[in-house]
C-alpha cells in the first residue's frame, strides 16, 4: 500500500522581505509605506498603529511581495484595518507566481469578509501554487488597497 501523507501547512517565516505597491498613501506626515504589511506589527488602527500599507484611490491598486525564492504557498492571511473604510479591501485578489507568470490563489475577498473591522481575510490556494511572488490586487477603476499585515502558510511541495 502506499504511504502517503499529508503535507503539514506551516507559517512562512521570511527574511529581509522585499515589498513594493502601486503608490503609497501619505497622510498627516505619514507614508503608509509597503513593508508596512510584513513588519511582524499586526496592529490593524490605520491611523493610530502607523503600521499598515495603504496605497492612493487609484485605477487597479497592488501590493507585491518578493519572497527570493520559490515557496509552495497554501494559503494567505490579509489583516484588514479596523478603524474605518475596512470595506475596501472586498475584491482583493492573491495571485502566486513570478514575473511571467501567475495564478489566482482561491477567491477574491468578499464584502462579507472585508466587513470585518481588523479582520483576518484567509485565502486558500487548493491546490496550493509555487511562486516567489505575492501580488495582492484589487482589479477595480478606482479602489484603494489598504492591508495591515499579511501571513503566508506553505507546504514542502506542490502538487
Ligand atoms: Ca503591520
Redesign the pocket.
Known amino acids: 500500500m502506499a504511504n502517503v501523507e499529508a503535507s503539514p501547512v506551516t507559517l512562512v517565516d521570511f527574511a529581509n522581505p522585499l515589498t513594493e505597491q502601486s503608490s503609497t498613501l501619505t497622510f498627516n506626515g505619514v507614508d503608509y509605506v509597503s513593508g508596512?504589511?510584513v513588519?511582524g506589527?499586526?496592529?490593524s488602527d490605520l491611523i493610530n498603529g502607523e503600521?499598515?500599507a495603504h496605497t492612493e484611490t487609484e485605477g487597479h491598486p497592488w501590493w507585491r511581495l518578493n519572497l527570493l525564492e520559490s515557496r509552495c504557498i497554501a494559503q494567505v492571511g490579509i489583516v484588514n484595518r479596523r478603524d474605518g473604510s475596512y470595506v475596501r479591501l472586498a475584491g482583493a485578489e492573491v495571485l502566486v507566481g513570478g514575473i511571467q507568470r501567475r495564478k489566482r490563489c482561491g477567491s477574491p475577498v468578499s464584502a462579507e469578509s472585508a466587513n470585518i473591522p481588523g479582520g483576518m481575510n484567509l485565502v486558500i490556494c487548493d491546490p496550493p501554487i509555487r511562486g516567489d511572488e505575492i501580488v495582492i490586487h484589487i482589479p477595480k477603476d478606482e479602489a484603494t488597497l489598504q492591508i495591515?499585515?499579511v501571513l503566508l502558510w506553505e507546504v514542502s511541495t506542490c502538487g
Open positions: 508596512n504589511a513588519d506589527n499586526f496592529n503600521t499598515c495591515c499585515e
